[in-house]
């Protein structure tokens, strides 16, 4: 058989529309690195909420993301406009995003328990609007081009624009909040320390500057990017056929419910008493569930056109590389997140002078996207999922070495994080890229493509390691009994505190990159069969006969095809 891409597989994109794709990230990371680096902070020290709550905050809310980013790939699959299926998200969801991120760091004046409901209220508006433009972002480079070269191109330009939308937010970030709230200079404990006189004003005043910066990136990306893969069979709309599997599939409803139920055990910290609740709760929803099963199936009957939804559910829970990438996202930006929450309460309370937190940050953007510039020379050299565990095992021991640094040692902490930095540069980009690669695996095996639905449950990986990542940092500061400012006076933290910040930024997250590294072992899309994937695909899609067949030359014999699980 011949295998030789199909001259359209081959085609170049161009600079301008790499770049304006990329725009649409560094839009992203404006609010995402926010919420990395500075959410728990805010919600500790600035707005009042205990480390607990916030915590538990960052996992509770996560349950939402369960059904709405399902929904999101789902409906965007299923869009069609003028402007194609996923780049009209980025028009219709920008400025409600911006709006959403503004109200979540405003700090009314309410009640412990009023602040508690604005937040989770703010927070969880702020990541619905999130993962309705984020999710057709992501999925709009799976359609940009149907060459996994030119993908791994495009997913370059990307992450260096998302690194510098981080390097915005870490250089600019703090000196904008002092800018915006004023500055004092006052003795705590003896030693002088400038403070900000109105930290709640200075961030709320920030983030809207953001805000309209990332609305007019997103508009850029909706105006110079282009989608240019169609499905090879075009997608039916059978909205009733979908609405009875989600009514009457058990299989559905339990991976619902033991997520949301799991989501909320941890948020629970594992408590003996909330997981009794909890597997009460699971039981009397499961029952529920099959309730509404057997009531809709007899009212409904069977569907006379079979669900696409129910189709592309099975395709993806039965891709064992999209199981690979699922959770080593999950591991992986649980550990990032556990990290990235702690350096600046490390900086802080361990070294002394929180300002060195933005300088550390912004090393490491820098040295990161250099790594990225690394990426396509790699991928020509290494196969992606060697790479991968390489470079993740990698980091992971620059992360651990943290451990040993004393407290002025700050040109070690530097040293390490520049190399930290250059070694994970290119996993983001691979990442993405494999998972466009996935969306065509599962094409070529299916005959149907559901690219908003892989990139919206690689999003939901990617949320709930963060979401993970966040609750752990808040938990982990509850732990090691970490005492919060009291009316903006610090408090001199405990040697078991300090040694905590010292294992939350080396320790704990080394542990999940390496369990991510371990995941990857179970992702088997060789080079040899990417190049496959994208010729027989190219062959499918060309144009067909008078009579509507396909030609004898675009004819495949899908029993040919390697089984992922063999």
């Known amino acids: 058989m011949n295998h030789e891409p199909h001259p359209s597989v081959s085609k170049t994109l161009t600079v301008g529309e790499k770049v304006g794709y990329g725009l649409g990230d560094c839009a992203s990371n404006l609010y995402w690195k926010t919420w990395e680096f500075f959410l728990v902070y805010f919600y500790t020290d600035v707005f009042g909420l205990t480390a607990r709550s916030t915590g538990q905050l960052m996992l509770a809310t996560r349950m939402i993301d369960a059904i709405s980013d399902p929904l999101v790939g789902y409906l965007a699959d299923r869009t069609r406009t003028a402007w194609g299926r996923f780049r009209p998200y980025l028009l219709w969801l920008s400025l409600p995003l911006a709006v959403t991120a503004v109200l979540t760091f405003m700090t009314p004046d309410l009640s412990p328990r009023g602040k508690l409901i604005y937040a989770y209220a703010t927070y969880t508006a702020a990541m619905i609007a999130y993962t309705a433009i984020n999710i057709p972002y992501g999925a709009l480079m799976g359609v940009i081009s149907p060459n996994s070269e030119e993908r791994t191109s495009v997913s370059t330009y990307r992450f260096v624009a998302a690194f510098c939308g981080g390097l915005m937010i870490q250089w600019l970030m703090l000196d904008l909040v002092r800018w915006f709230g004023g500055t004092s200079t006052i003795r705590v404990g003896g030693v002088t320390k400038e403070v900000v006189i109105n930290e709640p004003f200075g961030f709320t005043a920030t983030m809207a500057i953001f805000g309209v910066l990332a609305v007019g990136m997103f508009l850029i990306t909706f105006a110079t990017t282009r989608e240019r893969v169609e499905p090879e069979v075009p997608g039916e709309q059978t909205y009733q056929s979908d609405i009875h599997f989600v009514l009457t ?27 009794i609740g909890i597997v009460i709760g699971y039981a009397i929803a499961s029952a529920i569930s099959l309730f509404v099963a057997r009531v809709a199936q007899s009212r409904m009957g069977t569907p006379d056109t079979p669900s696409t939804l129910a189709a592309d559910f099975d395709d993806l829970t039965r891709n064992r590389p999209w199981l690979s990438l699922f959770f080593f996202g999950l591991l992986q930006l649980t550990g990032h997140f556990i990290r990235g929450g702690g350096i600046l309460f490390y900086f802080k309370y361990y070294c002394g002078d929180a300002a060195l937190a933005s300088h550390f940050w912004m090393l490491g953007s820098m040295t990161a996207i250099l790594g990225m510039l690394f990426t396509k020379t790699l991928v020509r050299h290494v196969a992606k999922r060697t790479l991968m565990i390489v470079l993740n095992l990698g980091v992971a021991a620059t992360t651990a070495g943290f451990y040993l640094l004393q407290p002025d040692q700050t040109t070690a902490m530097y040293i390490l994080q520049a190399v930290a930095g250059l070694i994970g540069g290119p996993i983001p980009v691979l990442l993405w890229a494999m998972y466009a690669d ?91 069969m990417e190049q496959q994937v994208q010729s027989e695909l190219a062959r499918r899609k060309r144009p067909r006969s008078e009579s509507g067949q396909m030609t004898e030359q675009d004819d495949i014999d899908v029993d040919d095809r390697p089984d992922v699980n063999s």
């Not at 339990?254 to 408590?271: D, E, K, M, N, V």
């Not at 990139?455 to 949320?463: G, L, P, R, V, Y």
Request: aromatic residues 12%.
């Open 438 to 528: 996935v969306a065509d695996y599962s094409e070529w095996k299916t005959h149907r493509r559901a690219t908003g639905l892989v990139f919206a449950a690689a999003t939901f990986s990617q949320k709930l390691g963060c979401a993970i990542g966040a609750a752990t940092t808040g938990f982990a500061l509850d732990y090691f009994r970490y005492a919060p400012p009291t009316d903006g006076v610090e408090h001199p933290q405990s040697e078991f505190t300090i040694d905590g910040l010292r294992i939350m930024i080396s320790i704990i997250p080394a542990i999940f990159l390496t369990l991510a590294a371990l995941a990857m072992l179970a992702y088997d899309i060789t080079g040899a």
């Open 249 to 275: 599939s058990t299989r559905l409803h339990q991976t619902l419910l033991l997520s949301i139920g799991l989501i909320f055990g941890f948020a629970a910290t594992l408590s003996r008493t909330m997981i």
